[in-house]
């Protein structure tokens, strides 16, 4: 069921893609944002200097913090601002948690009707639950990810919500590392998907030469890995990347506000007009600084960012490179609700040519891990957080997602997918930050029975791998059912 708002969408943004940030439900305190600060960061980054506008959101999950399934008071400010959405639906807490995450759409629906339907750019269902569900964190008993085959009935589950309502024929689909995307166990999740977000940061990709001047070469692999896993049928959109302004050296790779400039301008100024990119992050010290800080503003949030995020003199070389890869990706604008992706070329785009990105096809073939997130560490901006809802239960599997606050029970890049905590857990009064993890492995072959990339261990070596992580599971287990 089409409406006149969303026809109209169709028609005037036909030529433009997306631009946007990530946006987590919580502030660092784990206090839940309120629709007048939603308000407050889409209207800021409406207007940042230096930009056209960043006038579209990504979020982590349907349910407002503090509520078990009351939706998110983003979608009100939304509309208000008028900030188009990237809706996520949170997947990795089991059955129960993702009825929540539907009847908090469902009544969104009903609540804004054609004023929400004319504002979704799409629906992700999930974010890197596929990584998560690593061969590590299944032998101790996380249940922080998902199968494929649960994220694929889950795609499905959507799909008939949506259906007879102002949003039906949004395309769906699912984010996830750039390394889970590569990994053929996961096809049943590509199939279902209309689209595909892939999650990569050159920051992490600590086994292989990650300078800051390697970095479009890296995330150009990146990006030409995942269009080939996806057969060059489905839309590749890029659902968060960034360097950080402030942090520790990971490898070669130092946290700077000169190094975030480079990135954005290496990176990001090649795909800001061409393909669908939800920045991470806008802000992420708020109040309290993560480390590391992707945040382009800094603890007030201002419209003057911390670097120039200008694209005028972003370089010639860099532009080619990505053009490169994203020459293999399908172009979608923010009229997406068609749900029409072209089928151009299978994938052949590269990066540079380099031997670096020679190294990175080769990890990512073995199973290596090289496509982190800076949800797995102490940073603010999380796709996982312990409990801004009200959960049914309380055990090891109810997590949600979105949280924007670095205190708390929060995992750190371990190997492919295995966690330590880096502090203590908060008071049980609000959502907390913590993270999905996309560790950095040096990569073994991967068995194809697996459902993540199975890497060695041991060779492994990431930002904050030195805890036991027996140790440190059992203390989140102990966090969480503390609450």
């Known amino acids: 069921m089409r409406t006149a708002a969303t026809v109209l969408s169709l028609a005037t943004a036909a030529s433009a893609a997306v631009k946007g940030f990530n946006y987590g439900s919580t502030f660092t305190t784990g206090a839940a944002k309120m629709q007048a600060d939603f308000e407050d960061e889409f209207t800021t980054a409406a207007n940042l200097e230096g930009t056209s506008g960043f006038t579209s959101a990504r979020l982590y999950t349907m349910v407002q913090g503090g509520t078990a399934s009351d939706p998110i008071s983003a979608i009100p400010a939304a509309i208000k601002t008028k900030t188009s959405l990237l809706l996520g639906l949170w997947a990795s807490g089991g059955d129960t948690s993702f009825a929540n995450e539907l009847n908090a759409l469902k009544a969104a629906i009903a609540a804004h009707g054609s004023d929400l339907g004319g504002l979704v750019d799409g629906i992700s269902v999930g974010s890197e639950d596929l990584y998560r569900n690593s061969p590590q964190g299944i032998q ?56 595909l977000g892939m999650d990569a940061y050159p920051y992490f990709q600590d086994t292989m030469a990650n300078a800051i001047g390697q970095s479009g070469a890296l995330f150009s692999d990146a990006l030409a890995k995942t269009t080939q896993a996806g057969g060059g049928s489905k839309a590749v959109w890029i659902t968060e990347t960034g360097h950080p302004v402030s942090g520790d050296t990971v490898g070669q790779s130092v946290a700077s506000v000169e190094n975030a400039e480079t990135y954005w301008k290496d990176v990001g100024c090649p795909l ?53 890869a994203t020459a293999a990706t399908s172009k979608v604008s923010s009229g997406t609700q068609v749900g029409a992706i072209e089928t151009g070329s299978s994938g052949s785009g590269s990066g540079s040519g380099s031997s670096d990105d020679a190294t990175a096809t080769e990890t990512a073939s073995q199973g290596g891990d090289s496509g982190g997130s800076p949800t797995g560490i102490a940073s603010s901006q999380a796709s ?53 993890g996309s560790g950095n492995g040096a990569g073994s072959a991967a068995s194809p029975s697996t459902t993540s990339p199975s890497v060695d261990t041991g060779a492994a070596n990431s930002l904050q791998s030195k805890g036991a992580f027996s140790a440190a599971f059992l203390a989140v287990i102990g966090a969480v059912l503390a609450l």
């Open 140 to 195: 101790a008993g996380s249940n922080v990810g998902a199968e494929p085959d649960t994220i694929a009935r889950y795609i499905q589950e959507t799909r008939d919500a949506i259906a007879g309502t102002p949003l039906e024929g949004s395309p769906v689909g699912h984010v996830d590392t750039w390394t889970a995307w590569y990994n053929g166990s996961n096809q049943a999740v590509i199939d279902a998907c209309d689209w």
């Open 272 to 324: 800001f007009d061409t393909t669908n990119v939800w920045w991470y992050t806008l802000q992420d010290a708020s109040p309290d600084t993560p480390s590391p800080s992707f945040g382009i503003v800094g603890s007030d949030l201002s419209t003057t960012p911390l670097f120039d995020l200008s694209c005028d003199d972003a370089p010639a070389s860099a532009s080619s490179a990505i053009a490169s």
């Open 384 to 436: 996982l957080e312990e409990s801004a809802t009200v959960a049914p239960s309380v055990s090891a599997s109810t997590f949600y997602p979105g949280a924007t606050g670095s205190a708390g029970v929060i995992p750190v890049p371990g190997n492919n997918g295995t966690y330590v905590t880096s502090a203590a857990p908060p008071a049980a009064s609000g959502g907390s930050g913590s993270g999905s």
